[in-house]
């Protein structure tokens, strides 16, 4: 046996136990790999660094994340409105509210607002627009009567076909020359990003103690 390598894993694990303490990580052997895989390929990242805007003047990293996925919306909002210019579809969340309906079935309305990142407020008013125009239906909840269970209804399903080529259109551009294996890549990371932030976006904290309540809880340092 190779009590060398034994020990360099024991030293690895002890490791991953430390810098996991948020749960980032499953602590499996999976989550072990992953946290390995993930690792390395930060180090290929930081030997192979890309270049920035302002980077040469100290922006951050994290700065220049954050603008380019604000830009990104953006550009995809463009092509959505595109996509549904001249329908009666009033917003792209109201195709996308539908989209959802119809991929995962009957829900709570709250169930649907919150899968699509909104607040209450917002989601009611999405939902309201698309009971008026038929696309979806109601129906009282068999353990919760105060619930309704809403589901895309057949004119919510023709509204959807009838501009649902123009729409793929508009999210095959959104990726515009991305090679398989770059999308393949980005979904991984735009996925374990959207882990970090759903949990945080669901215990609804109030705005003036959100990024200090994230903040401390995990233990962000400057």
Not at 7 to 14: A, F
Not at 81 to 95: P, V, Y
Not at 153 to 172: P, S, V
């Amino acid at each position: 046996m190779n009590y060398r390598v034994t020990k360099e894993v024991i030293d690895l694990l002890e490791q991953f136990g430390q810098e996991n303490t948020n749960h980032i990580y499953p602590d499996t052997v999976q989550g072990f790999k992953t946290w390995i895989c993930d690792k390395e390929s930060a180090e290929h990242a930081k030997n192979n660094e890309p270049y920035w805007e302002g980077k040469d003047s100290g922006r951050t990293a994290e700065s220049a994340i954050s603008t380019l996925l604000v830009h990104l919306n953006r550009y995809a909002r463009t092509y959505s409105k595109s996509a549904i210019a001249g329908s009666d579809f009033a917003t792209q969340e109201d195709f996308i509210y539908l989209i959802n309906l119809r991929a995962f079935g009957r829900m709570t309305k709250m169930e649907l607002i919150k899968k699509n990142i909104h607040n209450k407020p917002v989601g009611m008013l999405i939902i309201t627009r698309l009971l008026k125009q038929g696309w979806i239906g109601q129906i009282e909840s068999d353990t919760d009567r105060r619930n309704k269970l809403i589901s895309i209804t057949a004119e919510g399903i023709a509204a959807l076909e009838q501009h649902m080529n123009k729409i793929r259109m508009a999210t095959e551009i959104v990726t515009g020359n991305l090679t398989y294996h770059e999308k393949m890549e980005l979904i991984k990371i735009l996925n374990k990003l959207d882990r970090f932030h759903y949990p945080i976006f669901s215990k609804n904290i109030d705005s003036k103690d959100l990024i200090k309540t994230v903040y401390e809880e995990y233990s962000f340092k400057n």
